[in-house]
């Protein structure tokens, strides 16, 4: 599966070894630091499980050989399931009937994602084919403050939006306005500005949603926010600054633009037909929201009720597939990890998982954060939310963007150029502490105990 344009370096070459420890010295820590959320049962080498060792072969892996992403991924999940059916059985029981079981406890999810990954790659084409994109440059400044705003734009859209159709559209605009030459940079801070915009609304991000349906009240993930809008600034400015210098702005769009409002109306559908069926299952069937794909079978359903209407192009589906299958992949893998417990709640551990959901799924780590409770839930929801950004693949977002750039499938570019997603993550998260200050929630479920959470720190005593 060959990458135009994606960072190489043969192995043969001098400082590689070196350049490769870089890139995988993150995740390898992170699956290190495993026997602290893993159950104690399992063999293990030097205390870390077995299928913490796969996952992190299978991570470094896909970091090293960026060429080869799709088949890194479906081998790891294939020796790491043959792994739990041979000698540790999975959450639901041993053996074939326990992986049968585990898939049908985590159909919905992949299914969702697969059928909003797929539909949103059609709908960012169907916004680019609107022609709003080339109409911008008559309202954005015509240097880097313009490349800020529109990443404003995303953060803002995210609020509301799935976070996958606000990157995509995010990226829509920008492959126009800068000429197809997009930033490695700047298309890693779309995606931590889409994360971003997502985490402080309970309608802006599947994690958050969780919680919601989970009885968290939406005020307490608002707080997000705080950290959020640091964190935007932080990476915004320079990723603007870098995409000015790689691919200016369009100075002045093309003449006699005529804006397909037939296309802009079919986008606006599809996206209300998402809100409204999120939202109405949170709010009025919650109880069935986890029994079949709705949301990414309403997106389905809308694009092709309007198919009559505009053609949508059927052709990118074929590598928007191959993405997709890619990121399932990596969650299946991770839902297979024996991540039974987490440590004591506090903003630490919010912080840690924060740079876990880089490389773990991070809907698993909600989910154990709120059987777990006892967190202050606008920081989880930062953490788990913006934290996927500092990887092309660690949130929905990004592997859907790399599908429209493929040159940014490659990790040690998407750190290396990005390195602004990281520093942002970790100012925003401490703005919050020191703004905010920790206040850890009560349980929100009856019967849940937290693992002995810390006393409050008020605002200032971070």
Known sequence: MPIPGCYNRRLDRGGTLHTAHRI????????????????????????????????GITLFGVALFHRHTLRVALAGLAVITLYKLGFTGFKAGAGISGLIAHLHSEWVILSNLLCLLLGFALLSRHFEKTRVPAVLPRFLPHDWKGAFIMLVMVFVLSSFLDNIAAALIGGAMAHTLFRAKVHIGYLAAIVAASNAGGSGSVVGDTTTTMMWIDGVDPLDVFEAYVAASVALVICGIPAAMQQQRHSPILRHEHEHIQVDWTRLGIVFFILIT???????????????????????????????????????????????????IFLLSLVLSATLMPVEKLPAASWHTAMGLGFVSAVFDNIPLTALALKQGGYDWGYLAYAVGFGGSMIWFGSSAGVALSNMFPESKSVGRWLYHGWHVSLAYVLGFFTLLIVMGWHPNPPHKAGVVPNSPPAAIAPGHA
């Open 24 to 55: 995988v010295a993150g995740p390898i820590a992170l699956i290190a630091s495993a026997p602290a959320y893993a159950a104690a049962d399992g063999p293990a080498v030097l205390g870390v499980p077995v299928d913490f060792i796969l996952f």
């Open 274 to 324: 998402a809100i409204v069926t999120n939202v109405t299952l949170n709010v009025k069937f919650p109880e069935i929201s986890d029994r079949f794909p709705f949301i990414g079978a309403s997106v389905v359903i809308a694009l092709v009720l309007t198919v009559p209407l505009r053609r949508p192009d059927w052709e990118v589906l074929p590598e928007s597939f191959k993405g997709s």
